[in-house]
């Protein structure tokens, strides 16, 4: 069994081994046939070049270039390469960009002394596109437009501008408008309401007509009472049907209504700010809120003066 194996593994080998020396005889026996076949035709070439006398080397002072072929330039071999001549790039000049100049505004419309005079124009061109819609009137009514309008845009600029350099007019510095900054406004002002109103408890007291029915006196009395109560400013119940209110249990009876009457007192509640008899000012006729109370105390309170 092993000799079977090694003498089919030889006639392998030896199969190889013969096909490639069949074809290396076939390369060999091409080469000989083509040697064979180019020296009979440069023998033949050369016979027929000695007699017709023909020169066919090249001339060696003939410039290498690409338009001869290839099989001609013996000289250079298989692997050559001939950069290419340069081809001279002109540069072309680049033109600048004109300069457009703003159109001169001043020099197309008429000089304007007052702004009437401006709207009174503007009014003429709307009329005149309005009832001529050409394409040149409404131009021209759109132009000045746009001139007005740059004209009132420089205006708020400026203005804006001279209220920041000037605090005294900077409405922000009194108010700032920041929500940031509210809670701290808010602060300050009930600071300086208070201490106002402390002031103003000083120079007199609230006169508060009333009627013990009236549902509107009903609910302004805790009104008064806190502002007795917080800021110290006197309040003066006075009844006019005579009985009292809650908070109020001893009031002023008004006799005949005589002081309803001197003061012109129509409808209740009403309420008066002053120190009598040398002043005493109308707050409210009917019900008032607290914050509104307060406004109108300090208000009516400016400028009023007493003297012991």
């Given amino acids: 069994m092993i000799a079977h194996k090694i003498s089919i593994k030889t006639l392998y080998y030896l199969t190889w081994v013969l096909v490639f020396l069949i074809h290396f005889t076939q390369l060999v026996h091409a080469q000989s046939l083509d040697e064979v076949k180019s020296f009979d035709a440069e023998t033949k070439i050369s016979e027929m070049a000695t007699e017709e006398k023909v020169d066919l080397e090249l ?84 132009e000045f437009q746009k001139y007005v309008m740059s004209k009132a845009r420089l205006f708020s600029d400026i203005t804006q501008r001279v209220i920041w350099s000037n605090p005294d007019l900077d409405q922000s510095a009194r108010k700032p408008l920041a929500e940031i900054a509210q809670p701290i406004m808010v602060n300050e002002k009930i600071e300086d309401t208070s201490k106002k109103l402390k002031e103003i408890s000083e120079k007199g007291g609230v006169f508060f007509f009333f009627l013990s029915d009236c549902p509107y006196c009903h609910m302004e009395a805790p009104l008064l009472k806190q502002l007795e109560e917080v800021y110290g400013i006197k309040v003066i119940p006075i009844s006019i049907d005579g009985p009292g209110l809650p908070g109020f249990p001893n009031p002023i009876i008004d006799i005949d209504n005589r002081m309803a009457k001197a003061l012109n007192v129509q409808k209740t509640p009403t309420l008066f700010f002053g120190k009598p008899p040398k002043e005493i000012r109308r707050i409210a006729n009917g019900f008032v809120s607290f914050p509104e109370l307060i406004e109108r105390i300090i208000s009516v309170s400016e400028g009023v003066e007493y003297n012991d």
């Fill in 59 to 142: 001339p060696k002072e003939q410039p290498l270039t690409f338009e001869r072929p290839y099989y001609q330039n013996r000289e250079e071999g298989w692997f050559w390469y001939i950069q290419p001549p340069k081809e001279e790039v002109k540069k072309k000049k680049i033109s600048k960009p004109k300069k457009i100049e703003p159109k001169d505004f001043k020099s197309k419309w008429p000089e304007f002394k007052h702004a009437e005079d401006v709207h009174a124009y503007l009014n003429e061109l709307k009329d005149k596109a309005v009832m001529n819609p050409t394409t040149e009137n409404i131009k021209e009514y759109l």
